[in-house]
């Protein structure tokens, strides 16, 4: 296990302390995170981007993407939970292109990630993905969930056209932005994912307003990406998995 202490210098503004860890894939390349720690942790949130899954994590732990989940990974801190950037050594893909977060091969690294980190602090794990990154988290909870390793996911911005089984019974969050522009992540898609929910399962949409809308309406600086709202997501978040 490789771990370098760093300086993560995030976009939000803020500077974390934390380590990249990289978890090993047999016979493929590591897994790249980066933790951000707090003492006693409550739980672990599990942070995908969305558009290709790669944030290319360098030595210092700095990524040129834009993205609301990497900008606010420092926001956990204050409510006791330990938050980690999961990087992907390949593409996943787009809504463009196709992609492939349910294939075995993505599923199985969450995977390992989910066990590393639930060994690590013995606390509940949870993933969270945002537009591209919902696909993960939703595919996960469809596939992979027979173990019950996560205690429940979190979708933001979801990408339209997913559908979550029934058979997963864990507490999942929605959140939108109420002025999403992107036709790939419409409010209906959120919508969709929780009226589906049984009534036995925990389950809440939220909608954020306000914030800035900057750029292409799927890019991190739209409203799509919670530019400058970053806190809501993150405390709404946070309220529920500590509820759950």
Sequence with gaps: MKILTLLLVL???????????????????PTKTFLTETTKPRAVVLLFIGGDGVLDLKSDGSTSKQNPLIRSAGLWQSYGINAVLVDSPYDLGDARRGNVRSKPEHLGRVEGVVKYYKNKFNAPVWIFGHSMGTVTAIQFANQRESAGAVSGIVIAGTHIGETLSNGFGKPVMAIHHQ???????????????IKGRSKETKSELVMIDGGENVGLPCMGLAYHGFNKVEDQMVGAAAKFILEN
């Design 179 to 193: 002025k999403e522009a992107c036709a790939a992540t419409p409010i209906s898609a959120s919508e969709s994912i």
């Design 11 to 29: 976009l939000y503004p803020v500077i974390v302390c934390g380590q990249l860890l990289e978890i090993p894939q047999s016979g493929q390349a």
